[in-house]
Each structure stands twice: as C-alpha cells, then as structure tokens.
C-alpha cells in the first residue's frame, strides 16, 4: 500500500477513535496507540530510511503533521471530558441557597448600658474622665459634702437604703463628685468628670419607679466656669442622645447641691411640642437636673468657691433609654427577657 | 400648691391666657404641673329656684317646679333627700353637658315629664373630698349670701369658672405655698406690682389676757401667739370663701375652720383654732410630750405620743399635736362659743419627724417642715381674728397673748454685679439688675459694682450670693443666655485602665454571643452568698423592702439563674446570657465591692436546624468559650488551671474552680440538680455557667504588649501518643508530665481522644495526644524528637503507671 494513502487511513481512523474516546482512561489508551513510542507513527519515523529517498521529507513533514493534529484533538477531548466531569461534579454538589443558615445568639449591650457607652465616648471625646465611686457609699460622702446636712428636708425627697447609721446605698452619684473635688488638683488644670453608676432608693417597684436604677454625673470646675456652658453643654448632649431637631428649654429647680439649680426639658419626640399624653400635654419632657456647683460643695471639699466654680448635672440613664427607645415600664430593664434584649442589637455603637 | 388665677388677680392686675402665663411661670420660677379649668367639658348648668316640691306616692322621688330664669318653670323629677321648695340649687338644663361627659335628656319618671336634672356637686366635677359633708350625700344647696339668680350659669358661684394652677414646688420655695408668695412671685415674673392686703384690726371684746397664762419652751416654738375670740355662732362659710377652698382642693368645714385654713392658703401662716372650753385650766403649754401620753386626733386616730413630738396641753392633758393636728377634745363643734386662736412657728425638725413618725402630714406640717414666713405669724392671727369676727359674728377679746417671740436676723447680701454676671456668662447692665430686685420687691443697693440686697423675710431661701444669682438668672431668663462651650486648659478625657479592662472584657463575651443582663445588687440573703467556696459576711440593708431584696449580692450567678428562670418560663431554653456588675461584702472590717463577670449557658450552641447539626451545651463548651475569652485577654493558657471543686449551688462532680497563677480567679460548672430541679421551668435542663473575680484578674491583663515574633520557618513535626492510665487520673496530671519531660521543642500539647468503655479494663480510660515539635531555628531530626518521646513515655510508665499504647 503506498504510504501515502497509510498515513491518510490512519488519519481518519485516528481521528475517529479519539472522537470514540469518551472517558479520560481510554482517551490516554488512544494518545498511546495514535502518538506513542510504539504507534505506527512513530514506527514510520524510525524506519525512515527504508523510504524513497525522495519521499522522505515530504513523509517526515507529513507524519509530524498528523501527529500535531491528533495531539490538538486530543487535548481538545481531553479539555472537553474533565469540564464535563466538572460539570457533573457542580451539578451534584448544587444547594438550595435559600435554605437558612445556622445561627446561634447575637451579644447584645444592654440597652442602658448602650446609653451609657455613648453618653460616655461622648464625654471622653470633649476631654472628660470617666470616674467611678463606691455604691456603698458614706452618709458624709453622699449626703454631708454634698450640702444635705443631717435633718436637711430635701433627704425625704430621697429614701434611703442605709446599711448602718454612717454606711448606706448611695441614693444618688453626687458623691463621687465630692470625692473627686478632694483629690483634685487644680494646680494641674481644670475638672472634668463624668461619674456613671448604680443608685438605690427605697420605692417599691412598679411601672415608672425601681430601686435600682443607673445615673451618671458630670462636673466641670474651673475658674470661669459659666451658666452659658452648662446650657451649652446641656443642649449639645441633648441633641447627641435625642437627635438634632430637639428643642431644649431649662427651668429653676433645686438641688441642695447647686445653686442655681436648673432641669433641662426638651421637646416632646412624640407629639413635637404639640401636646400629648407622654408629655402630660405639656409638650416638653423632663431629663436632666443640673446646675452652678453650690459654693458649700465647694468648700467642703477644700476648694476655694471664691476662686474655682462649675456646674453639674446628674442624668438617669434609665430615663434617657426608656425616652428614647419608647420603653414602657422600667422593670423590662432588670427582668433580662432575652427577648426584650435582643432586639437591640441594631443600636450598638 | 393649687393657685388660683381668679384668686391671684386680687394681688396683681393680670390679663395673660392662663396657659401662656403657666408657660412663663414654669420658664422662670415654679413648675406648673398642669392647669385645670373645672367648667371644661360640661355646659348649660344654671342656678334654678325650686318653687315648689311635692314626694311622688310610692316612690322616693319628689316632683318639683323650678324657676331657671325662663318664662315658666321646669318640671323636674328629683331624687335627693335634701330637696325641698325655697332652694336655690344646681340645675342641668336639657342639653346640657356633666362630669363624665354624660348628656342630660329630657326623659319621663314613672309618667312624669322631667325637664332636667337638679344636681350634687360630685355630678358637676367635684372630687369627693372637697364635697360639705352636709351635701355628701344629696344635692347641692346654694348658701343665702350666695346672691345668685336663677338662670343665671352656676360656673361663677361656684368657682368653677376659674383657672387653676398646679404649682410644683421645690422645697426651697415653699415660700410659695400661700397665694401672697405665689403672687409675689407671679408679680416678679410679670413685672406687675403686687398689692397685699394690710388690716387694722378692732378689737370689741374685753380684755382676756390677764386671766389665761400660755408656757412656751422656745426651742420647740420660737413663736407663739394666741388671741381669743367670743360669742362666734357655728355655721357655714360664706360662698366666696368656700369656692376659694374649693379651688385650693380644701373642704369647707364650718366657719371656724375654714377661716383658719383660708389664711393659712392666704398667707403660708398655719394657723389653729381651739374650743376654749378645752383650757378651763386657763392655762396653755407647749411642751415635748411624755412617755405614755395619747392623743385622738380629728381623724380620729389614736396615737401614742412620742417623747420628741411637740404638744399642746391645757396644763393637765394634751389637746393638741403642735403643728401637725388638733385632738377631738379641742375640736370645734357646732355648740362652739368661744375659740383661741393660735399663729405659731414650731421646730421644722421636730414636725417633720412627728407627721412622718405617725403617719399624719397635713397641709400645717408640710409647711412648718420646709418653713414659713417669720414675718406673718401675728399678722395672720390678726387676719384670722377679724375674719370670724366678720363670718361668724364673734367679738375679738382684747389683746394677744405671746408665748415666745424669737427674732431673726434680718439676711442682707453683698455682692457684685460683675460675680452674677461672671456666673452665669452674662452682660447684665446695674440698671437691668436693679429692676429685677425691684420686681422681686427685694431693696437692692447698688454703688458701681457693689450690690447690696436686703432679703424680706418672706423669701427665707435666699441667703448666699449664688442665691442672687439664681434670682437674677431666672428674672433675666435662662432662655436669654446665650449657650457657650466651657473655654479651659486643654484636658485629657478617657477611662481608668481597670474601666478599659472591663469594657475590653466585655466586648469579647459580647463578640462570643452572649447578651448582656442587668440584675438586682440586692436579694435575698440565701441567694447572696450562693455560687461561693465559702460565703463572706453578707452586707444587709436595714430597712429591705421585702426579703427578696434584703442583701446585697456576692455572686452575679444568682441574677442570671433568676434571669434563666424567668426567660425558660417563657419557652426560651436556649440561653446565652452575661452580666457584668459589682459584688459586695463585708471583710476585713471594711465594706468591699468586687467587680465581677458571670456568664450563662443552656440548651444547644445552634438555635434548631433543619440540617439537625447541633451540638448540646456542655462543660467543655462554656470551657472552650472561657479559654477563648482568656487568650483574647492575653493570659497563657499555662498559667490557668481548673481543679474539681465544690461550690454551693454547683454540681458537685462537674465543677471547677479556676486558678490563673495559683490565685483563685473563678469557677465553672453545671448548675446544681437540687437548684434546677426545684424551678418548673428548669427542671429538665442543664445549664452551665461561670463566674470571675475581674478584681484579680485584670492587674494580670494591664498593659498588654505585643513584640510581633514572624512565623516559624521551619517544619513542625506532629506524633501522637496513646495511653491506658487508671481512672483517676486526671488529663492535668497527664499534660504536667508530658510537658516536663517533652525537652525544649515541643512546641503544642493538644488531647484528641478520651475513651473509657468495652474496649479496655473496667478501671481504665485511654487517653490521646496530638504532640507538636518544633525548633523554630533548624529543621528537627527524627531522632531528638524520639529522644524526647522515649522520655515522656517513661515518665508517663513511672510516674501515672501510664500504658503506652
Ligand atoms: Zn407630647
């Protein structure tokens, strides 16, 4: 058989079996017949120069000719077989991605103490220090240094749980600011504190009163403190805790600790000032008290009030939570139904 | 203090809306809690005459004509048993609007027609308490002075068209709580003169003071005066005085009692009246009261007196609790005659204590408490003295008797107008300042910057400089200053280092899935020293509310297994729940309070799946969930050790108590059977949970410093390791040995299997170890790693008679 006419059968029927080849095993069982050491190809090479020589080099060309060709079309099906397999394997592997995921738990801040966490980064970022006194504090510490001296009526505003004659819950965070003017030195630069914390009274539990409930303190003092900056810083947190379209009015109140002694409305987020019942028809809710350090403060912690003064204000962090995120009835802080907890994990800062 | 705008308007020209004046006054001085308007609401009330009134046969009712003003007369159907013909009474015309809302119809009553209702006052809006006890259970009966005609609307008469202020009054303002305080200051805040009543008063009966001697001890009673009145006749007090006591939400009682309580709302003077029959003795004496001594008040309470309560005696019996209530046997009655009058200043301690003590604080010892006016008390009697003269027709015996007649001295404040204004950041001009002292009646002197105030005795809460500056500040209107940021030497603001330790703690709980819960401090005694080793003397309140809230906590867990209850009472058993808060306790002679973190776990890590791949919570889950918490802080785990402990309130085989650097940081462990069992909602359940002494720990955690170290270069070299050990043996015990003899590359200790069970003796447990070798500087022969496997295996033989398998 002339050569020629070999290497064109060949062809065809190579080309035929690797289209046969349908799986990787025998694809490579193909390769080795069509271009392996032994295939007929590769014995026309080696016995070369049994050839005319006149035929050789158009052979040779044509050989390697048709060994590139079956090494092209069998990458091709080689290429062709692993994607289907591929294929095979992603189709098994498919999932129902709109099944849900497994989910356990998310850690929540408690609500007051996500209250709490703002109003302090918020201080801390206008040069305040947080500070922390004992919950069992001293009658002096809480009361005296504080100008509420023993018999003073304002202590019935103020049921106290008292441990002994001297030691009691402290009814109020105030006197962390008398331990801290003490120790203060001024000579260093100004005071500025806020003081949060747990504080007791003794009220029976109900919707709008709980025994325990968290405050925190701030205390500016310096020696050109004004009533201008209590209002101004005032009216800044307002507006940081309750939003910016918040109006904020301050009225005479009294605390035997200031003097004078402001509160700080702001306007009613229900009805905007309009009147309603949250707001008593009022249009304003109360938040804070605060006011002008009273000299006596002053001078019982040793700070000349002729020189030094500053201003304070005490806000219940209850209220400010129970205010701002509509809550109902103070005992859903302390009952810790998961709940209730939960769903404010969206407000974490 | 309930202020009447009609009222006020005897003392000051005013012409403001009353909510547009509450708004200012609220702004400037006085919250004003709301304003009442008692007419809202209702309408067509008018006066009607009853003409004539005949009973209806067989019913209790009477069928009566009354003149309402208009061509002929109502018919109207009434049931009341005080109706009668000649009354001028409250009629509710058809159409017309009552308290409740309800809508008055014409209607028939057993086939008469009745046009109308004739009224009680509890039906147009009065609160039981202020209703004469004579109409309590009738209609309301117009008094003759009452000059009113029919059709005419029964608002007026009855005060029902005034406004009525509800003055929430700090108690530095009680000065307040009389209607020429609260007009005082109302004219300050309006700028509008005040005009006060001043009285001269007739004396017409003879002189009685010769004849009646009146002890006082001072220090109970700075001031005492009393004067007698004679021949008063006992009735009802005339309209316009009742209507006031009405709108200061007082009863009208008879016209002895009223003109004592009217010139206490008048002038914040508490005054008292007496049968003078109860000192046929002819004596007075204010004194503390003995031991033994009772006393009926007019409410009828008995009382055993207290050794520091002031009393009133007639020298032989007491008839009085000075300052806070009269006795029945000094009561006015309807056959009075002859009464003593009494203007007093007790000791506000005293009182205040004695109406707290015995549970009685009146309208007299609220105000004696926080303090009333040392100028008032004898023009008060005066005022008093001439009001029954005029109302009840007694004769004013000549002259006052004095029992003490303290003075004080009169406050005058110096200052200076640049301190108010460095105070409250202003500019006020002198000129400003004055007339705000002007419109506060106080007389100020002002030399350039020098300002010199004379305080009326009235305004005792004024005493300092910083009381003047808050009285020009709310003058000059807080609304005026302008808000301003505190200008200071820079300063820096943040946490302590233990307050940054706790947050970092509590945001890595946090991270792990916990919520975070806030339980009581206090609780009950049983629970306050659970969850310890060995409980330390508890810290009690002296007066608990109940016993569920009587001490104060030295555990977080008792919170949380409080908090667990509750929420698996309501169906929520998966719970992963922290808390971070102080524990309290009495040791060392001192009160302490340890800073704690307590954590609780139950039910599955997973909420419910549908690929049912869960895994339970168990020890070595909250464990895991610990040793976390742990590195995140920075503590080796080397240096924590747990060791089986038993606890209160703890399962006594599945707990430990947690040791970092040998000191006592902890515990971890199940929840006790005896404790979850005993709860319906738990009693399935296994709860798991820890708690630490953050006290301890966080000096260990301070500071922490990271010298970044690169990843080792070298391969690691992994062999595990198999032994058979006894029982007892305990993991610990095993990793010590491993660890000692396991030379200085290895590097990882890990247990990957526990067995006990069919497989092995009775007596035995198989343990597997995962052992990680590496030389971070050169690549690890076989050979020392071998040389060190050999060594722990013969520990391990030695020391555990491990079996090496
Ligand atoms: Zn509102």
């Known amino acids: 058989m002339d050569l020629f006419d070999r290497l064109k059968e060949l062809r065809e029927k190579g080309l035929d079996e690797i289209d046969k080849a349908k799986n990787e095993e025998k694809l490579n069982d193909v390769r080795v017949k069509l271009t392996g050491r032994k295939s007929e190809l590769t014995t026309i090479l080696h016995s070369m120069k049994d050839i005319d020589p006149s035929d050789r080099r158009e052979v040779g060309q044509r050989v390697n000719k048709l060994r590139d060709l079956f090494n092209a079309k069998l990458d091709d099906a080689k290429n062709e077989i692993v994607a289907a397999l591929v294929e095979e394997q992603l189709a098994k592997e498919k999932i129902d991605v709109t099944l849900p995921g497994r989910e356990m738990h998310l850690g929540t801040k408690h609500p007051i103490n996500i209250i709490l966490d703002d109003l302090e980064k918020y201080f801390i970022g206008m040069g305040y220090k947080v500070v922390q006194g004992p919950e069992i504090e001293t009658d002096h510490y809480c009361f005296e240094m504080m100008n509420l001296p023993k018999d003073h009526p304002a202590r019935d505003m103020q049921e106290t749980f008292y441990i002994d004659s001297e030691d009691l819950l402290r009814s109020q965070t105030s006197g962390d600011q008398a331990r801290v003017l003490e120790k203060h030195d001024f000579a260093k630069g100004p005071l500025k504190m806020v003081g949060p914390g747990k504080v007791y009274r003794r009220d029976d539990d109900d919707a709008t009163h709980s025994h325990q409930f968290m405050q925190m303190e701030g205390l500016v003092v310096d020696k050109n403190i004004t009533m201008g900056d209590l209002k101004g810083t005032l009216e800044l947190m307002a507006k940081h805790i309750f939003g910016q379209d918040r109006e904020t009015r301050l009225r005479p109140s009294y605390f035997p600790f200031t003097e004078p002694s402001v509160e700080m409305d702001v306007s009613c987020f229900n009805c905007n000032g309009k009147g309603c019942s949250i707001c008593k028809y009022t249009g304003w809710i109360e938040v804070l008290g605060a006011g002008m350090v009273h000299p006596n403060v002053l001078e019982n912690a040793g700070v000349d009030a002729n020189v030094y003064g500053g201003f304070a204000f005490g806000v219940g962090l209850d209220r400010f939570a129970i205010l701002k995120y509509g809550i109902d009835d103070i005992r859903d802080f302390y009952t810790n139904d998961v709940r209730f907890l939960e769903q404010f994990s969206k407000e974490e800062r | ?805």
């Open chain 2, 1 to 805: 203090m309930l202020v009447s705008y009609s009222w006020l308007k005897d003392f000051i020209d005013l012409d403001q809306d009353p909510k547009d004046l509450a708004e200012k006054i609220t702004r400037t001085g006085i919250e004003v809690a709301g304003v009442k308007h008692p007419e809202e609401g209702m309408k067509q009330l008018v006066v009607g005459h009853i003409i004539d009134c005949e009973p209806i046969a067989g019913t209790h009712l009477n069928l009566t004509h009354v003149d309402v003003g208009e061509d002929e007369p109502h018919q109207i159907v009434c049931g009341a048993p005080n109706v009668a013909a000649g009354e001028d009474v409250v009629v509710a015309l058809p159409g017309a609007r009552i308290a409740g809302n309800v809508k008055i119809k014409k209607s028939k009553l057993r086939g008469n027609e009745s046009n109308g209702m004739i009224c009680g006052l509890q039906e147009i809006g009065f609160p039981d308490n202020l209703v004469p006890e004579k109409y309590a259970k009738g209609i309301y009966v117009f008094p003759e002075d009452a000059d009113v005609k029919p059709g005419q609307s029964a608002f007026a008469p009855l005060g029902m068209d005034d406004y009525i202020f509800d003055f929430d009054i700090t108690p530095n303002r009680a000065d307040t709580l009389s209607m020429e305080g609260s007009a005082y200051e109302v004219g300050a805040i309006t700028d509008t003169p005040v005009k006060v009543e001043d009285i001269t008063l007739k004396e017409d009966g003879p002189d009685w003071t010769k004849d009646f001697a009146v002890e006082v001890d001072p220090e109970l009673a700075p001031k005492f005066y009393l004067r007698k009145i004679s021949n008063v006749k006992i009735g009802d007090s005339p309209l316009w005085l009742q209507r006031r006591l009405w709108n200061a939400g007082i009863r009208p009682i008879n016209n002895v009692v009223d003109v004592t309580n009217y010139i206490m709302l008048l002038t914040g003077q508490p005054m008292h009246s007496y049968d003078a029959r109860a000192f046929k003795t002819n004596k007075l004496v204010v004194r503390k009261a003995e031991k033994n001594e009772k006393l009926t008040l007019l409410n009828n309470k008995k009382v055993d007196l207290d050794p520091n309560d002031i009393v009133i005696t007639n020298g032989e019996e007491v008839v009085m609790m000075a300052g806070v209530m009269g006795g029945l046997n000094s009561e006015i009655e309807a056959d009075t005659t002859d009464v003593l009058l009494e203007s007093a200043i007790f000791d506000s301690t005293l009182i205040r204590k004695a109406a707290l003590r015995h549970a009685n604080r009146t309208e007299a010892s609220s105000r004696y408490e926080k303090g009333v006016n040392w100028d008032a008390t004898t023009r008060a009697l005066d005022m008093a003295a001439m009001l029954l003269r005029n109302d009840a027709s007694g004769k004013i015996n000549e002259g006052v008797i004095t029992g003490s007649s303290e003075k004080r001295q009169p406050v005058q404040i110096k200052t200076t107008i640049s301190y108010i204004n460095k105070v409250l950041g202003t500019d006020i001009s002198s000129t400003e300042i004055a007339a705000i002292f002007s419109r506060l009646n106080f007389k100020a002197e002002i030399n350039n910057d020098e300002l010199i105030v004379d305080v009326p005795a009235r305004r005792w809460d004024v005493a300092i400089p910083a009381d003047l500056v808050e009285e020009v500040g709310r003058l000059y209107g807080y609304d005026n200053i302008k808000s301003t940021q505190p200008v200071l030497a820079e300063t820096h603001g943040g946490y302590s280092k233990k307050e940054e330790a706790i947050r970092r703690i509590k945001n890595i709980v946090q991270g792990q899935g916990l919520i975070e819960a806030i339980s009581y401090s206090l609780t009950s005694l049983e629970k306050a020293i659970g969850f310890s080793q060995e409980p330390k003397k508890p810290v009690e309140v002296q007066m608990p509310l109940n016993s569920n809230r009587s001490t104060l906590r030295q555990n977080l867990m008792t919170g949380l297994v409080d908090a667990a209850s509750y929420n698996m009472a309501r169906k929520q058993n998966q719970l992963a729940i922290f808390e971070q808060g102080r524990v309290y306790d009495f040791e060392n002679n001192t009160y302490n309070e340890h800073e704690h973190l307590a954590a609780l776990y139950s039910g599955n890590v997973y909420f419910e799946n549908w690929q049912n791949n869960n895994e339970k919570i168990d020890f070595f889950y909250v464990k895991g969930q610990l040793t976390n918490l742990f590195l995140a802080l920075g503590i080796n785990t080397d240096d924590v050790e747990y060791k089986a402990e038993v606890i209160m309130y703890m399962h006594p085989t599945r707990t430990a108590g947690i040791y970092i650097k040998n000191k006592y940081v902890g515990m971890i462990g199940m929840l006790d059977r005896p404790v979850t069992q005993s709860n319906k909602a738990m009693k399935d359940s296994e709860i798991y949970g820890y708690e630490l002494n953050l006290d301890v720990i966080i000096p260990l955690i301070l500071n922490p410093h990271t010298t970044a170290q690169t990843a080792p270069k070298f391969p690691a070299v992994e062999r595990d390791l198999s032994i058979l050990v006894d029982q007892e043996v305990t993991n610990q015990a095993v990793e010590d040995v491993i660890k000692e003899n396991g030379g200085k590359y290895l590097h990882d200790l890990r247990i990957i299997d526990v067995y006990r069970g069919s497989h092995i003796a009775e007596d035995k447990k198989s343990f597997a170890y995962r052992l990680t070798f590496l030389n971070e500087n050169d690549t690890l022969t076989d050979t020392i790693v071998n040389e060190a496997i050999t060594s722990i295996d013969s520990s391990l033989e030695k020391q555990l008679k491990a079996e090496i398998r």
